[in-house]
């Protein structure tokens, strides 16, 4: 199992009582992976704004479905599960899917599934369902470019924009 660290991150003001409740119902979608500890620290907070602010610029039908790519510990699909018909989050480690799969019972989120494979192994016709999917950082070279052929194939054509934006 890929090793992650735990350590304090800091919530501003306005999140403290969300950042209770997950303290109090053992809930943990800001470990860190070892070998990643660079980007994490103190991440928490400028994660939300910056994901919000993003997810906000998409005019979002309330019968759309979300997938996030590479989910690690499902933050993200909580943060989107009330604006999303069904949430969908892919990830290759099970011990990581599991933890998010916890995290989001726990959260009580009821419209979410993990999906514990790697992404080119993914069904076609539940990427044809999917209207917004969210990448950060998942992976790179021919797994990517095997994914937008997959994803290309599946849409019959129909993706008008694939944007890669870093952050920071």
């Known amino acids: 199992m890929p090793q992650l660290l735990k350590f304090k991150h800091?919530?501003?003001?306005?999140?403290?009582?969300?950042a209770e409740y997950f303290k109090e119902n053992d809930v943990d979608f800001f470990s860190c992976y070892k070998n990643n500890i660079e980007d994490c620290i103190d991440c928490e907070s400028t994660f939300r704004k910056?994901?919000?602010?993003?997810?906000?610029?998409?005019?979002?039908?309330?019968?759309?479905?979300?997938?996030?790519?590479?989910?690690?510990?499902?933050?993200p699909m909580y943060l989107s599960h009330?604006?999303?018909?069904?949430?969908?989050?892919?990830?290759?480690?099970?011990e990581i899917a599991q933890i998010a799969e916890s995290n989001?019972?726990?959260m009580g989120v009821k419209n979410f599934q993990?999906?514990?494979?790697?992404i080119n192994l993914i069904d076609k016709n539940l990427l044809s369902k999917i209207n917004v999917f969210y990448l950060f950082n998942p992976f790179i070279n021919k797994t990517f470019s095997n994914f937008v052929e997959n994803l290309v194939n599946s849409l019959g054509g129909g993706i008008t924009k694939i944007q890669q934006k870093k952050f920071g």
């Open 10 to 18: 800091s919530a501003d003001e306005f999140y403290k009582k969300e």
């Open 50 to 75: 910056t994901f919000l602010n993003a997810i906000s610029r998409i005019d979002i039908n309330p019968d759309w479905n979300f997938m996030d790519i590479g989910c690690g510990l499902g933050f």
């Open 82 to 94: 009330k604006l999303f018909k069904n949430v969908y989050g892919v990830e290759v480690i099970p």
């Open 104 to 106: 989001l019972t726990k």
């Open 114 to 118: 993990i999906i514990n494979s790697h």
